[in-house]
C-alpha cells in the first residue's frame, strides 16, 4: 500500500522530511483501551481508533510543498507550495517539550492557519521546511 505522500508527489518532487504522529498524542485512548481491556475486549476499540489515528496522518516536506493528510475514510488534506507559506508555529505544552511533541500551525499566503495536532519532533519538522524553503528561494536567484 503505497502513501498518499509517494501518489501525489509531481515530476522532479522529492520528499526532504516525513513527519508523523507522537504516541503521546493519543495517550487517553491508549490508557482507556487498557482501562476497559478486561471489559469483554472494550478496550480494543480504543487501541484500534489510536492506530487508526497515527497511521491515517502523514505529514512531509517536498522540494516544492507542505502535505498533510488526515483520516482514513474520510480524507482530509492541506497541500501548501513552499513559495507561499508565510510561517510554521510550533505549539509545546510543557509535557510536550518534555516528550518532544506539540501542534504546527502553517500560515500560507491567502490562507487560513492550519494546526496540525500531535506532532511528533515538532521542531525537526520546522527546520525541514525552512531548509526546504531556502533552497527553493536560492533556486529562485
Given at each position: 500500500?503505497?502513501?498518499?505522500?509517494?501518489?501525489?508527489?509531481?515530476?522532479?518532487?522529492?520528499?526532504v522530511?516525513?513527519?508523523?504522529?507522537?504516541?503521546?498524542?493519543?495517550?487517553?485512548?491508549?490508557?482507556?483501551?487498557?482501562?476497559?481491556?478486561?471489559?469483554?475486549g472494550l478496550g480494543l476499540v480504543f487501541w484500534?481508533?489510536?492506530?487508526v489515528r497515527i497511521k491515517s496522518t502523514e505529514l512531509a516536506v517536498t522540494t516544492k510543498r507542505v502535505i498533510v493528510k488526515h483520516g482514513f475514510?474520510?480524507?482530509?488534506?492541506?497541500?501548501?507550495?513552499?513559495?507561499?507559506?508565510?510561517?510554521?508555529?510550533v505549539n509545546q505544552s510543557l509535557l510536550g517539550r518534555m516528550l518532544d511533541f506539540g501542534t504546527l500551525v502553517i500560515a500560507g499566503t491567502g490562507a487560513s492557519h492550519a494546526p496540525i495536532a500531535g506532532i511528533?519532533?515538532?521542531?525537526?519538522?520546522?527546520?525541514?521546511?525552512?531548509?526546504?524553503?531556502?533552497?527553493?528561494?536560492?533556486?529562485?536567484?
Open positions: 500500500m503505497s502513501s498518499y505522500v509517494d501518489e501525489v508527489l509531481v515530476p522532479g518532487e522529492r520528499v522530511h516525513l513527519g508523523r504522529t507522537s504516541l503521546w498524542s493519543v495517550w487517553h485512548w491508549l490508557a482507556l483501551g487498557l482501562i476497559l481491556l478486561p471489559a469483554f484500534v481508533m489510536a492506530y475514510i474520510r480524507r482530509n488534506t492541506i497541500e501548501i507550495n513552499i513559495s507561499k507559506v508565510e510561517s510554521i508555529q511528533a519532533e515538532p521542531l525537526a519538522f520546522r527546520r525541514a521546511f525552512v531548509e526546504a524553503q531556502d533552497a527553493v528561494q536560492a533556486g529562485a536567484n
